[in-house]
């Protein structure tokens, strides 16, 4: 037997260890160091955490608003997910750093297993498993686990609501899980507003291309009975407009009505007018085409120092051309032979699949090419960085995955597919390598002034020196000064509402003082 087909033939008896090795690497990667790197907290992540602090206590925000679907924070809102699920971790471990990031390094190494699972499911173990060190040594995916952007999140919840539509709807359990299918996608819009532009459109894609005529073949050509399906379709669409329902409600409230239905004013849940419109605030007059252009040209690279480390890209090596190769070995996935290294793996896939109707399985197996596309109305209706274009990530990394294998597979000289697979996981581990050190060496020296590290300690000196009530005063110079206060402070938020002076102007809540503060 030749030498690349010998290793390549052990990868699956292999591939629980790899695996492993593979979420060890992740794990250390996202824990060393936490959560002092990066040093001191933005003002995002310190905002959502006092929104959890404020939950946990009160079931209110900080403006005393019970459960918003939307938190209005600075005046042109902030999406709530990350607070509600970091109440638990607040309760455990204090208002602190690690209390607010842990949630955010967990879900970074869950997101890698399903990453894994569902890229498994489709395209294979090697596949996945390229998948998953691609994704667990990222520059992008490690930076974004490491800290607590609520924006972040979106990656993540599409990808565990489009693997779970995907098991439901190719499971032998079809019938039981349909009504339940799009539960996870409503949740999305709750982790950040731009799953308004993503979801529609990736519904829609996907639903045409599933053809809802296959579900009312006849009893002859199909094994799938019509009314069941149509049922479990529409119970499942209900479920996901009930879950969703608040936050449709919120953007017509907003961008439509501009103003709040007096039925609102009665649900138990807050449903806020905000005072600005972050849409208008982020597109400020600049040709979106124009400036994504440029954002997609440079490597997704938007020159924010907290978005990335300085001199390296989000995407490491995961370059445009092997997106491509992916992208062409997705569209061929009709023959699904070629994904699995063994005939004896391809035949177990079959089987488990075969209750499944050829054109679901197709479109199944092209589900990160139909997130893709999906994702495209962004690049024209506002400008994107780093964080706001985070729903375009998985979908390519899994394409380069995807790629890399196919470029295996269809080279017929083992030994020479085996040397350009390697050639470039050697790349990607070089380059992630290089970020790695820089990260960890050097990167607090550029964060720690923005993320105003030491305004704990400065703030906790100042107040033990003061004497009663004498009157401190915050710089502006600190981004939002207030709420690190109270985060520091751990200051009660029904005190605070009592106890300080806000007003508004320019779309920005502006609190004056608090207290002696």
Known sequence: MEAGEEVMKNVPIKSGQLLLLIMALSTFLRFYQFPSLPAGLEWDEVSAAYESYALLLHGTDRWGNPFPVYFPAWGSGQNVLLSYLNIPFIAVFGLTAFGERFSSALLGLLTIVVFYAFVKRWYGTRTALIAAFLLGTNPWHIMASRWSLESNLLPSFLLFGIAWLSYCYTSKYTYLLMPFSLFLLAIAFYAYGVAMIILPTFLVLYFAMIGLGTLRRSKSHTKEKTWPNMFGILLSLLIFFLIASPFFVFILDNYILHTTPSFVQHLPLTIPLLIASRLAQVSSGENALAVNTQFLLSGFHDGLV????????????????????????????????????????????????????????????????????????????????????????????????????????????????????????????????????????????????????????????????????????????????????????????????????????????????????
């Open 306 to 517: 907290w978005n990335m480390a300085d001199g390296y890209s989000p995407f490491g090596l995961v370059a445009l051309p092997l997106v491509v190769i992916g992208i062409y070995y997705s569209r061929n996935s009709q023959d699904l032979t070629w994904h699995f290294e063994k005939p004896e793996k391809f035949q177990r896939c079959i089987s488990y699949l075969s209750a499944v109707p050829i054109r679901r399985r197709q479109v199944h197996a092209n589900l990160f090419l139909i997130w893709l596309v999906a994702t495209i109305p962004m690049f024209f209706l506002f400008p994107l960085n780093t964080y706001r274009a985070n729903a375009v990530y998985l979908p390519l990394i899994a394409l380069s995955a995807i790629g890399m294998n196919g470029l295996y597979e269809s080279i017929d000289k083992k030994e020479m597919s085996m040397v350009i697979v390697s050639m470039i996981l050697v790349a990607f581990t070089l380059y992630n390598s290089l970020f790695c050190f820089s990260y960890f060496n050097s990167y607090n020296n550029d964060i720690q002034n923005v993320f105003s590290d030491g305004f704990d300690a400065a703030l906790m000196q100042a107040r033990s020196s003061a004497s009663a009530n004498e009157p401190m005063y915050v710089s502006d110079q600190i981004i939002f000064n207030y709420v690190y206060t109270l985060f520091y402070l751990k200051a009660d938020p029904l005190d605070f509402q009592k106890h300080s002076r806000v007003t508004a102007s320019d779309g920005v809540y502006h609190v004056r003082n608090y207290r002696n503060y």
